[in-house]
């Protein structure tokens, strides 16, 4: 690389001087057998330091040096002066100082820092950066100041702990991302997520490299940022009273752009618009008023398309909020509009067959024409303003200018179509976190996979995508727990090359790390469904109940709207069910266990030594499950909140039973009966119910561990 291999004359002549693995590897003249040492070596090294960066870096070569503890590292910087870079720096060396580096009165060492220029995140600037470590030092060297931004997050991730310090393991890293956008969509308008808890998401985004905060900022349940033009929107539009002032998005935005993060809002019309209405009667098709609205429902409610005082009205807050928000992007969202309340209203009928807008038998008034019509009208009213509009991908269809960005939710169809019809796009299918799927499931979906109907051309409109996560089930206490590790599978998946993410194995096991540090930087993922917890549990000792909540998950889609308990924008959300992961990391790692035990139990009895570690695993887990219902259910009993959990706990023990036996009849190579192996399976399809709308995690392993 050109900007590498300049200047750092101090550093550069140290590491010539330095026969290390890196430089040997990039030396052409060796001969192949050493080449072949060097490898095996290289490849044990790197499996044996066992490297927790995520997202996997474009290129990475390990080496067998390591800069230790005692060498604090002698920042020297080298660029156009930059704030950003100063203040990410300063917090690097902080967290770099936790691992005992930095002690004064140790040698110092360089952390070289070069770039050529201050980057501009809303223009897709590089973010390239290659990051040697050697025991001389550190070079961090990149084109822009971005660069160095996602360069500094990797050294953060690069520390091996080692007993009471770490190292940093000697490494050349050549990294780029493979897409420009990689967003996170937070809902703040469902759950008013305050600041501080938009901060610490930022700061996790940064960590995993994610650049776009795209902020969702009203809904029917809530309008949740000032207007001075408008100030009944955010007075009487939600149920609560809470939102941004316009000083307090500043601060949003300035937290962000010091993290090299662009911020994009997105005010959802036609549709989800009750709050507005709410505010502003005038704007409603129906010619309705509406009182706030307390339930998750879609309503369906839109603002009048018809009428021009509408685009009046949308024209003087846009241009508010345009200015506010100095990022050219701007998302009107655009999606789950059935317009039930355009065809209902005779006035707005009379205006589709006024307007010829009628489906093809020429009679049927058709709803999509009237909202491609308002779509272009507020395209219009935001390219005034230098913006790019932003929709959800129901906005697509033929007469939408090719300008308009389209967001992907409801399927990869939605993607190709809107790219083969000239649109750029992003993806958000598979990345939707609220629907507590697993992080493999998210790591799976690409925008661009192998097989992407695509053509080159229409493959650069695929800007990248967005992790989203609605806070319909998530308040500002436990939204971390439902963004965060997550979140950041798809950071990889949208950063690291597509052939170097394929591991599932690995992914996971950088996953839980990377989820340690992002509790170290203050996400309370890890935190807050211990405390709920503790709540729960009161006086009592919360043990057995922290074994059931980590092996049970929230029923997955929306379904918990649909399992007998109504929930409204006032139901606390403090109940087992939201103290429970929303994928159980003891469950997989159970799941994994299984694995290996059937898989050597299929080669050997599994008396002979190397699966004796797993099976006594496997046995200890099980024994824990068996033993706890007992625990717990004078518990469950004694709190009315957590009575509807008993089931769960009893199929929990009665799962454990069976799969004991089963354990026992593999390590002695006895073969189940068929009416003992009916039983199980009854047991375990008993278990399957999910009660207080949450479910058991451990069922598909146990399956595996029957045989069936
Ligand atoms: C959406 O999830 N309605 C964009």
Request: hydrophobic residues 40%.
């Amino acid at each position: 690389m050109r900007y590498f291999t300049q200047g750092f004359a101090v550093l550069n002549r140290r590491v010539s001087q330095w026969r290390s693995g890196v430089s040997a590897l990039r030396h052409p003249a060796l001969n192949p057998a050493k080449l072949c040492v060097k490898l095996v070596l290289l490849l044990l090294t790197s499996t044996a330091t066992a490297q927790n960066l995520m997202p996997l870096p474009a290129e990475m070569h390990w080496g067998q040096g390591q800069l230790g503890w005692k060498d604090a590292l002698k920042p020297q910087l080298s660029g156009p002066t930059d704030s950003a870079v100063t203040a990410a720096l300063g917090r690097t060396l902080v967290r770099l100082r936790r691992d005992g580096r930095n002690l004064p009165g140790t040698a110092t060492v360089p952390l070289q820092i070069r770039y050529g220029r201050t980057g501009n995140p809303t223009s897709f600037d590089s973010e390239k950066y290659s990051l040697r470590v050697t025991p001389m030092g550190v070079l961090l060297d990149a084109p822009t100041s971005l660069g160095i931004l996602r360069g500094l997050a990797t050294l953060e991730q690069l520390p091996v702990r080692d007993g009471h310090h770490s190292y940093l393991p000697e490494v050349d890293i050549q990294d780029q991302p493979r897409f420009a956008w990689r967003g996170l969509s937070l809902d703040a308008a469902r759950h008013f997520l305050p600041v501080a808890v938009i901060k610490r998401n930022l700061d996790g985004m940064a960590a995993v490299k994610l650049n776009v905060l795209h902020w969702h900022l009203t809904d029917d349940q809530g309008f949740r940022i000032e207007s001075k033009v408008f100030p009944r929107l955010q007075q009487a539009g939600s149920t609560d009273g809470l939102f941004y002032t316009q000083d307090e998005v500043r601060e949003v935005l300035a937290y962000a752009a010091a993290r090299g993060i662009r911020v994009v809002p997105e005010f959802d019309v036609p549709s989800h618009t009750t709050s507005w209405i709410v505010a502003y009667p005038r704007l409603a098709s129906n010619d309705s008023t509406y009182a706030p609205y307390r339930l998750w429902r879609t309503t369906n409610v839109a603002i009048d398309p018809t009428r021009e005082t509408t685009y009046t009205f949308l024209d003087s807050l846009f241009t508010e909020m345009t200015a506010l928000f100095p990022d050219p992007y701007f998302h009107v969202g655009g999606d789950e509009n059935d317009g039930r309340n355009w065809r209902r209203t005779p006035r707005i009928v009379a205006y589709m067959r006024a307007h010829g807008m009628v489906k093809a038998d020429g009679k049927t008034v058709d709803k999509h024409q009237l909202q491609t019509y308002f779509n272009r009208r507020v395209l219009a009213m935001l390219q005034k303003r230098g913006k790019t509009m932003i929709g959800w991908d129901e906005i697509l269809g033929p007469d939408l200018p090719k300008e308009a960005v389209i967001q992907s939710w409801r399927g990869k169809k939605g993607l190709n179509d809107a790219a083969k019809l000239g649109h750029p796009v992003l993806l958000s299918n598979g990345y939707y976190l609220d629907l507590n799927y697993s992080a493999a499931s998210a790591y799976a979906a690409d925008p661009l996979p192998a097989d992407t109907p695509l053509t080159p051309a229409e493959q650069k409109l695929v800007l990248g995508g967005e992790a989203a996560m609605w806070t319909e089930f998530a308040d500002s206490a436990m939204v971390d727990s439902r963004i965060w590790p997550r979140a950041a599978a798809v950071a990889e998946r949208l950063w690291s090359p597509q052939a170097t993410s394929q591991n599932v194995a690995d992914m996971y096991r950088r996953l839980a790390a990377v989820s340690t540090e992002l509790a170290t930087l203050g996400l309370r993922h890890q935190r807050t469904p211990e405390l709920l917890l503790k709540q729960m549990a009161g006086p009592n000792n919360v043990a057995p109940l922290r074994t059931l909540a980590e092996v049970i998950e929230p029923v997955k889609e929306y379904k918990r709207h649909f399992q007998g308990y109504s929930y409204t924008t006032q139901t606390t959300l403090n109940r087992l069910v939201d103290a429970a992961p929303a994928e159980s990391e003891t469950a997989r790692r159970f799941g994994t266990l299984v694995d290996s035990v059937v898989a050597a139990g299929a080669l050997a009895p599994l008396h002979v030594p190397a699966a004796v570690r797993q099976v006594s695993a496997l046995r200890a887990q099980l024994l824990r499950w068996e033993a706890n219902d007992v625990l717990l259910q004078p518990l469950l009993l004694s709190n009315s909140a957590l009575r509807e959990y008993g089931p769960l706990s009893t199929q929990l023990t009665a799962v454990a039973r069976v799969l004991l036996e089963r354990l026992t009849q593999l390590q002695t190579g006895q073969a189940a009966s068929p009416a003992w192996l009916a039983a199980a399976r009854a047991t375990l399809d008993a278990a399957q119910a999910p009660a207080g709308q949450a479910e058991l995690a451990v069922l598909k392993a146990g399956r595996k561990l029957l045989g069936s």
